[in-house]
C-alpha cells in the first residue's frame, strides 16, 4: 500500500507532516493542492516557507497540484461551486467548491501516480474534530487519521509545531470562504488589499449573469457579524 499525506497548509496538516518526518514514517509522498488565485496568501506564503525548512531538514519536497478556482469563476460566471451567500442574507449556494478543486484532484494525482495500488491517504484530522472523519468514495483509496489515533487535539498540533521551530499557520481555505467570519476575510484584505480588486471584479461578472437569469446576486466578501464556522468542511481537506 503506497502512503500519502494530504497537506493542507494549515495547522492540523503541519502537524501531521512534521510528526511523520520527525518519526520517520514510511510516506511515500506528500501532496498539497494549490488553489492559486483562490487560496488564501499567507497560505500560499507558508507553504513555500514549509517546503524549504522540509527539504532542509528532511530532504523531502512536497508534490503541489495547481489549479485556479477563482480564474475559472472569473472565465465561467455561471460556474458557481463556492456556497456563496446570497446578498440578503436568506440562503446559500450549493457546495461543491471541496470535492471538484481538491478531493477529486488529488484522487486523480494518486490513481495515475500509483497504478493498482490501494492507497492510505492520511488527513489532518485532530481528535477533537473527530466529527469530520469520513471514509473514502474512491475504491483504491482509504482515508487514515493518525491524529485522532494518538488522541492529538487542535492545539497539540500547534506545540508540535512550534517545538519543531517553525511559525504556526493561519487558516488555510480560500481566502473569499463563505465560511470565513467577516471578520477573517477583512483581515486578509488588509494585509492583501489587492484582494478587494480580485473581490469586486469576480462579484460583478457573477452577478451580471446571474441577473441575466433572474437570479438573485450573491455577495463575495461578507459584511454581516455571523461568527466563522470552524469545521465547515466535512470531507477533512480545508482549514487543515
Known amino acids: 500500500m503506497a502512503t ?35 487560496e488564501s496568501p499567507a497560505t500560499r506564503e507558508y507553504v513555500a516557507r514549509f517546503r524549504e525548512w522540509l527539504c532542509r531538514e528532511y530532504g523531502r519536497d512536497i508534490t503541489v497540484i495547481e489549479r ?18 446570497i446578498a ?16 477529486a484532484p488529488l484522487t486523480r494525482y494518486v490513481y495515475g501516480r500509483y497504478p493498482g495500488e490501494r492507497i492510505g491517504l492520511m488527513l489532518g484530522i485532530s481528535v477533537d474534530e ?24 487542535r492545539w497539540q498540533c500547534r506545540d508540535i509545531i512550534e517545538r519543531a521551530g517553525l511559525a504556526v499557520p493561519s487558516k488555510s481555505s480560500c481566502w473569499f470562504c463563505p465560511y470565513r467570519s ?9 494585509r492583501y488589499p489587492y484582494l478587494r480588486a480580485m473581490a469586486d471584479a469576480l462579484e460583478d461578472r457573477i452577478n451580471a449573469e446571474r441577473c441575466s437569469r433572474g437570479k438573485d446576486e450573491i455577495v463575495v466578501l461578507r459584511t454581516d457579524g455571523v461568527e466563522e464556522q470552524g469545521d465547515f468542511c466535512e470531507a477533512g481537506f480545508c482549514d487543515v
Open 4 to 38: 500519502v499525506i494530504s497537506y493542507g497548509g494549515g495547522i492540523q496538516s503541519t502537524a501531521l507532516v512534521v510528526l511523520a518526518m520527525r518519526e520517520r514514517w514510511p510516506i511515500d509522498e506528500v501532496v498539497h493542492v494549490d488553489l492559486l488565485d483562490a
Open 68 to 85: 485556479n478556482m477563482y480564474r475559472d469563476m472569473l472565465d465561467n460566471p455561471g460556474f458557481t461551486p463556492v456556497p456563496w451567500r
Open 88 to 103: 440578503d442574507g436568506s440562503a446559500m449556494l450549493s457546495r461543491q467548491c471541496t470535492r471538484q478543486y481538491k478531493v
Open 130 to 153: 473527530y466529527h469530520r472523519m469520513r471514509d473514502s468514495s474512491a475504491a483504491r483509496i482509504e482515508h487514515v487519521y493518525p491524529l485522532v489515533d494518538r488522541r492529538l487535539t
Open 182 to 190: 467577516s471578520a477573517s476575510q477583512w483581515a486578509l484584505v488588509r
